[in-house]
């Protein structure tokens, strides 16, 4: 079974950092995409970022040049460093992996239980 948990969101003030984490444990054979979508209150989810296993990166172009995603295939670890935050970045951030958890099984996407990050002005 594939478990996805993220780390480090919390409140900060407009214009700090923060740096979110996502670890994949569990059955994985391989993983392709990993990245991280957002959904404010009222609003649909909505892609952040996502990186290729071959470190290929694709952000939104509300975040281009403030966020960064890197990841770390040795430990299926996936990260979100945010500066300049924004009170319209405020949202509950979910981490997702596209992966294989067999060398037999389908590949599918996978998701965390989100968390919070908050940006108070």
């Known amino acids: 079974q594939v478990q996805l948990v993220e780390s480090g969101g919390g409140l900060v003030q407009v214009g700090g950092s923060l740096r979110l984490s996502c670890a994949a444990s569990?059955?994985?054979?391989?993983?392709?995409?990993m990245g991280w979508y957002r959904q404010a209150p009222g609003k649909q989810r909505e892609l952040v970022a996502t990186?290729?296993?071959?470190?290929?990166?694709n952000y939104a172009a509300s975040v281009t040049g403030r966020f960064t995603i890197s990841r770390d295939n040795a430990k299926n670890t996936v990260y979100l460093q945010m500066n300049s935050l924004k009170p319209e970045d405020t949202a509950v951030y979910y981490c997702y992996a596209d992966l294989r958890p067999g060398a037999w099984s389908r590949r599918g996407d996978y998701w965390g239980q989100g968390i919070q990050v908050t940006v108070s002005s």
């Open positions: 990186i290729l296993s071959g470190g290929r990166t």
């Open positions: 569990g059955s994985i054979f391989s993983i392709n995409a």
